[in-house]
């Protein structure tokens, strides 16, 4: 792998685990909402 | 001690609401409820042990959130339904353990267990005391203390009817000496004598 | 009626008292922890190979981890919990919690000693390691116990009557133990002449200080009760 | 809070102006020329380095969080601390990933022993514990101070831990080429690090602000829980129903 590999993969890595702690948020925030809504 | 419009709450579970509740200096009051009702939390809420959701009181002069509550609480005496005693010392040893943290006197622990009649179990270990000679102990402890403010949780449980008594020295001694007492319990006949009055927690209110 | 509290420095000698006395009736400490540390001196060697001088070698750093990992259980034994109404006691008996922490941290300390001293022993024996300017260490191994069961004693305030309390206390107290880890292990590397001890010693006595402040400092909110 | 103002928690400003920020970093990063030494590898630096600039601002922020809270016992503190912490974590994490994968083309390992990779990771564990700690407690006033505690605990030994580190590191000098400040950076590349620093000091608030947000709705469910019928203590307790007897003592 050159040097523009190892920087891609890099950033790829990153950008994938963002991704994912950004829809867990989502997710969560979404799920809470609905809970909140059930006991109201 | 007072509480004025006081909530408190466990985990999601309301036990007490919008309770209002005194105790005068020399008063012993009984607090009766079905289980569950939230007697016992009401007197860890009393205690400062237990921070309230809402509203106010104030317990031997001091608010019982303020930070004047870490010196008034050296001035209560709790008796738990559940003994405190480490099981792994012997009676003597608790006794000694907490009468060097309070700074009582050394001999007033031999004094308080021979007053409730344990001075010939002294050196056995609270494990392998029953609980009606724990919660005996736990008079002792008390009686060694003298608060200013009592709270009995349950205290007829398990004893004789020769220990009884201790219940009601110390309930006497406590008022006689400017203190107030809070019992708790189901046995109406033995508290209603004790006190000058008994209130009830029904719904989380007291009536 | 009120009285006097009995002094800060009667409170912290009655809870160092108390937990000794618990240990000592029961045995925790010495039947199963001190044991279990000894065994993990013995099982090392299995696993890495019995060629002597490389456990002559990697031998102390093996027995500092040992300690840093196994002597934390000291700090989460049996007979230093309190039940909930055990807890309700003490705030209810005035206890100042700065002695309240001192002394069961003292009770730790003293505890942790003993299982360095046997678990050490074994560690001499088993991988032949030089004891050259010994001396060191009679600041060291205190040191370390005394770093170990300050933090243990944190940790498991932090973590008093929760379920996973037991499993946390290990996970939390490791990354703070650094400091104590790189002090012993690097005190004992430099035992060889013309090296200086000095920095490691200071380093392990900063990190005792530092743990003893943030126990001053959150003596009183940890003992509240809830 | 504007993410919270929204049903749906829609795009804010802070989450536009975040994405705005990470593109044009992004093309500050490919765009640039190659550096002197490590060619394009290089690049990885603008990754690595902001993200754990950020991470320690993230629990900068938590610490001011935990004081403020044992100060004021004020919830909103909490909710602040758990949020600067979670993100902390999380940009930790990407500072090992992306450190790790600029060490292997570089050093030919995934991992050096530097004091400054070793004490990302120590850093990473504490934190951890922080989160599992909060896990463990289910009463929110008293995750709040216990959490808090463990916090100011840390912090205080954090410190001592740097120190212990780099002092190591000191005497076990492993040679230059574990110098990730051997980088030549000056001019374009100066400007393409700041942009990254930027950007994700954007991502990291407008993360923080969510996790604030929904923790503040996790409160509000634990509340609403509590306000819900058969919550009150005695309830859910009735007189026993076992034979006749029983009622007739009591009627």
């Given at each position: 792998m050159n040097g523009w590999g190892w920087v891609l993969w890099g950033y790829g890595v990153v950008a994938a685990a963002l991704a994912l702690y950004t829809w867990t948020l989502l997710t969560r925030t979404r799920a809470a909402r609905r809970r909140l809504d059930e006991l109201r | 001690m007072e509480l004025r419009d006081v909530s408190a709450r466990i985990g999601v579970t309301t036990i007490v609401r919008g309770v209002d509740f005194a105790v005068e200096a020399n008063e012993a009051v009984g607090l009766f409820g079905a289980n569950g009702a939230g007697k016992t939390t009401l007197l860890r809420l009393i205690a400062t042990l237990l921070p309230p959701a809402a509203g106010t009181g104030k317990v031997l002069g001091s608010d019982l959130v303020g930070p004047g509550r870490y010196r008034v609480r050296a001035r209560i005496g709790l008796i738990g339904?559940?003994?405190?005693?480490?099981?792994?010392?012997t009676l003597r040893e608790n006794l000694e353990f907490v009468a060097t943290v309070v700074g009582s006197p050394a001999g007033s622990v031999d004094a308080a267990l021979a007053s409730v009649g344990l001075a010939g179990a002294a050196t056995r270990r609270a494990r392998d005391c029953s609980y009606g000679m724990q919660r005996r102990a736990e008079f002792a402890r008390e009686l060694m203390r003298r608060p200013a403010l009592l709270l009995l949780d349950e205290p007829h449980t398990a004893l004789d009817d020769s220990a009884v008594a201790i219940v009601e020295h110390i309930v006497s001694a406590t008022c006689a000496a400017g203190g107030g007492a809070v019992l708790v319990s189901h046995d109406r006949g033995r508290v209603e004598a004790l006190t000058s009055r008994t209130v009830e927690l029904v719904g989380g209110s007291i009536r | 009626m009120s009285r006097e509290a009995g002094g800060g420095f009667a409170q912290t000698l009655a809870i160092a008292r108390r937990d000794l006395l618990r240990e000592q009736r029961v045995g925790e400490v010495a039947w199963i922890t001190i044991p279990f540390g000894a065994i993990a001196v013995l099982l090392v060697p299995l696993a890495v190979g019995t060629d002597l001088p490389t456990l002559t070698r990697i031998g102390p750093g093996l027995y500092w981890a040992v300690v840093l990992l196994f002597g934390v259980f000291i700090a989460v034994r049996k007979t230093a919990a309190e039940t909930p109404a055990q807890r309700d006691l003490i705030s209810l008996l005035g206890l100042d919690p700065v002695a309240g922490f001192f002394g069961r941290a003292a009770a730790s300390s003293i505890l942790l000693l003993g299982f360095e001293l046997v678990v050490g022993a074994v560690a001499v024996a088993l991988y032949n390691i030089d004891l050259a300017r010994w001396p060191w260490m009679i600041l060291v191994v205190p040191g370390a116990a005394i770093g170990l069961a300050l933090l243990g004693t944190l940790a498991a305030s932090i973590t008093a009557n929760l379920s996973t309390g037991p499993a946390l206390v290990p996970f939390l107290v490791a990354p703070l133990a650094v400091p104590l880890l790189l002090a012993a292990t690097q005190a004992m590397d430099s035992l060889r002449p013309g090296d200086s001890i000095l920095p490691w010693v200071l380093l392990m006595v900063a990190a005792d200080l530092a743990l003893a402040i943030a126990g001053v400092l959150t003596a009183r909110p940890l003992q509240e009760t809830r | 809070m504007n993410a919270s103002g929204h049903r749906m928690g829609g795009a804010s400003w802070l989450d536009r102006a975040a994405l705005a920020a990470v593109a044009g970093a992004l093309a500050l990063a490919f765009l640039t020329p190659p550096e002197a030494t490590q060619g394009n590898v290089a690049r990885l630096f603008y990754l690595h380095v902001p993200s754990v600039s950020v991470a320690y601002m993230a629990f900068a922020l938590a610490l001011v969080a935990s004081v403020g809270y044992l100060v004021s016992r004020r919830m909103a503190f909490d909710h602040l601390a758990v949020a600067a912490a979670e993100v902390g974590v999380v940009f930790t994490g990407f500072t090992i990933l992306a450190g790790m994968i600029w060490a292997k083309p570089t050093w030919g390992v995934y991992w050096t022993w530097s004091a400054r990779l070793t004490l990302t990771a120590i850093m990473l564990f504490v934190y951890i514990g922080y989160l599992a700690l909060r896990r463990a407690i289910e009463d929110p006033q008293a995750r709040a101070r216990r959490a808090a505690i463990y916090g100011i605990v840390s912090v205080v030994q954090i410190p001592v831990v740097h120190f212990s580190v780099v002092w190591w590191r000191d005497i076990h000098q492993l040679g230059t080429v574990a110098n990730p400040t051997g980088i030549q950076m000056d001019g374009i590349l100066l400007v393409a690090f700041f942009a990254g620093l930027v950007a994700f000091t954007l991502v990291a608030a407008a993360l923080v602000t969510r996790r604030y947000a929904l923790a503040v709705l996790e409160a509000g469910v634990h509340d609403a829980a509590a306000r819900g019928a058969g919550a009150l203590a005695g309830d859910a307790v009735e007189a026993p129903r076992i034979g006749a007897r029983a009622g007739e003592e009591h009627g």
């Open positions: - | 339904h559940v003994p405190s005693l480490y099981p792994e010392l | - | -």
